[in-house]
């Protein structure tokens, strides 16, 4: 914030990080602190260059990633950026086309960072951008790991200055001879064909003019590139494809139907959007297809109010990006703040960015949030070093969403991750992954561009990255290039199985030729018609099944999941986002012996299997909502169990649970404002009932209660269960710590060595959100309101205001239950 650091701040805060479990940090110099003016150091000054050599030097020193935007703020721009080589939108004078700037600034800029938005379409300005780079941060010998690029938000931009001269070389005519089809509004042919040809020259000239431009500079810097290539009116999968780590985005709530998850009510879906996994495979799909061991996202923007956002919450919106293919998360909302400006050093909540979920060391999860790394680096470790096991490749249809009217702004197709519902779900390449997904295949998109690397071998069809696909699926599509179609027939004569979605495609794209081009279209489809590894279906799941592709039929019961492959052995991330799935026998594709490991608790296990009357092997696989696992199968035989045993496995998983009904105390220990309070509580309630104060508390209270087991009680293994916890309880039984539950559910499981007869005494410190507190700092204290741009907003982008809050539910609401979970 204003680049107003030093040396000591940046060391004390990566120290931090460092002990925390992050693996990582990337800088974004943006807008500063009123009253630091003094301290506001200019972007990629001497000054500047300075104390981010250090930063790098001390991030080696602790095992620390250093990460670099290519600017401040965003898009990328600032001073040197003139009208010549500035953002560019068209218009119509005396029946021409010409180029006239946007004149959209650099959107948040720190000190120094401030101007105009490059021309994005046009690789000379950002040739000429980059050199400032050049001439300061290369000279260093200290480098960053990667440099940045966030989301196209380049908006109204959708012309450049050769624009013109590019079409015509690219497209095989001049756009102004037909002018008036390109300004037609009523959809004709000649519009539709003539608006194809616009986006296509738009596409390519984003990806000629700045992912290729700025991923080489990159390379030849010696820094790996991160794009995040939604929002832009180009084909994202090939945009992605040019970064050496593909970035996608999660922002606002998924609005899972997980029992006891909170989606903030005043986040507007209509507004904002939310996240979508079929969004998040142009990313994944592209790392995958091309080999790349990284693949990234921007995670958990918005995903609640400030001072309101909980581990719970943050998890299930994790597991989704891992199922999507996402492998290298990135946490969003943490902004540098000096020790001295915010608790628990003082009584302020430091410096924040305006985005609402903060992770750094004044976030009231801090001190919990180590246990969310770790679960993290658990299962980031393990598919990074897995390789994609998906059967289908599905042809992303572009044409045809280019031969619809846009609604953006420039009158483009901006392919943004917030409203998929826009653009992607409307069309039946959309609906068909959806379906896809539900009914458990896994996939990958192809491009135009990707589709002329593909290759064939004995395995199937080989991409450059080393995966391996059983089959090509073309969804229903009326549009699709000539040149793509005979590397569809090429691919089909060497083998490759081709499936078209009820019909093939009957005309090319674009003006130029269009008829006979188009009858080149129907001339491939004819000769494909006589491919035998070529199917047009009326009825695609059932020739998917009759070809042979596997599908995981468990995930229709509302499992996510992506399978993948490290040597011989199988390995699923399976995650449970619904509300439909509890337990049952699964029948996985990869057949051979079965484990599960939990990255929660960092245990593995054999599941129980029996073997069907067809011969396949089936294993009972218990899954709560807002649970998740590693599903690894490897070779073997199983180990099968009797009839006896497997009634034994279910009735164990439907075992009773135990209430826990005696009165409880709770004590008020550490937090702000300071309260001494005891209270008993007969059932167990929010503690801002117990008092006026207690409805502003934030921190830490213990609650304690005693009990005896049945006497029917016979078990190795318990499972206690904390109901509804607000947010975080750390528990102890006998003395003797169980563990933390932080996410749904709220369960822990321990040995019933920790268990007497009688007389149990169990204590459970929980910690709640410092929303409640903020309630009355707010009123107290609104200077701390202090920075310069947007300052600080709330979910709806409004001027952010807590005294108006109701308090939030805080402690342990229960019911507490304790369950045997296995015999003795």
Known sequence: MGNAVNESDITTQLKQFAEAGLGGVHIIPIYGVKGFEKQFIPFLSDRWLAVFAHTVREGKRLGIGVDLTTGTGWPFGGPGVSNDIAAKEWKLTNEKLIAVPTKQQVKRPAPGGQGLVIDYFNSAAVQYYLKRFDSTLTRLPERPRAVYNDSYEVFGANWTDRFLTEFKARRGYDLHTQLAAFLDTTQSEASIL???????????????????????????????????????????????????????????????????????????????????????????????LLGKPLVSSETTTWLAN????????????????????????????????????????????????????????????????????????????????????NDLLIYFPIHDLWSTRAKSAGGIHQLEVHHVERWLLPQPFGRLCEQLSQRGYAFDYLSDELLKSLTINKQGIHTPGGATYQAILIPRTTYLPESSLRLLDRLARQGARILFDSQLPQQAP?????????????????????????????????????????????????????????????????????????????????????????????????????????????????LEPGQSCFINVVPGHPTLMSSAEQNQVVNRASTKPIPLSNPWQVQFLKGRPALTLEAALPALTSWTTLSDSAGYFWGTARYTTTFDLPTNANASTYQLDLGDVREVADVRLNGQPVGTAWCIPFRLTFPASLLKPTGNKLEIDVTNLSANYMRRYDRLNPGWKKFYDINIVDIRYRPFDATRWDAQPSGLLGPIMLTPIGSL
Not at 239 to 248: C, F, G, H, Q, S
Not at 538 to 555: C, H, M, N, P, Y
């Open 194 to 288: 003539v608006h194809q040809d616009y986006h296509q020259t738009l596409s390519e000239l984003l990806l000629d003019g700045f992912a290729k431009p700025w991923g080489g500079w990159a390379t030849k810097a010696g820094y790996l590139s991160r794009n995040q290539a939604h929002g832009s009116p180009g084909n994202l999968i090939d945009l992605y494809a040019r970064a050496d780590i593909p970035e996608t985005e999660s922002f606002g709530s998924s609005r899972f139907p997980i029992p006891g998850l909170r989606v903030d009510a005043n986040y507007e879906v209509d507004r904002f959007g939310t996240p979508n996994p079929l969004a998040m495979k142009f990313a994944s799909s592209a790392a995958h």
């Open 306 to 389: 400030h001072f309101q956002v909980s581990l719970s919450q943050i998890k299930p919106q994790v597991d989704e990006l891992l199922a999507a293919g996402i492998n290298h998360i990135f946490y969003h909302g943490t902004p540098y703040s000096p020790p001295s400006e915010g608790w628990p050093q003082v009584d302020s909540p430091g410096w924040l960015f305006y985005a609402s979920t903060n992770y750094g060391p004044s976030s009231h999860f801090w001190p919990h949030l180590p246990l969310l790394n770790r679960y993290i680096e658990r299962c980031q470790t393990r598919l990074q070093a897995s390789k994609p096991d």
């Open 510 to 622: 674009g003006f130029y030729n269009h008829q006979s081009r188009s009858a080149e279209v129907q001339q491939i489809g004819k000769a494909l018609r006589q491919q035998k590894t070529v199917t047009i279906s009326q009825d695609i799941f059932k020739t998917l099944t009759q070809t042979g592709i596997r599908v995981e039929s468990w995930a229709a019961e509302g499992l996510s999941f992506i399978r993948k492959h490290r040597g011989d052995t199988t390995q699923y991330f399976i995650t449970n986002l619904g509300n439909q799935f509890r337990q049952n026998w699964v029948k996985f594709s990869a057949q051979g012996r079965v484990f599960r490991y939990d990255p929660l608790t960092d245990q593995t296990q054999t599941l129980p299997a029996r073997k069907e009357s067809n011969g396949r092997t089936e294993v009972f696989l218990a």
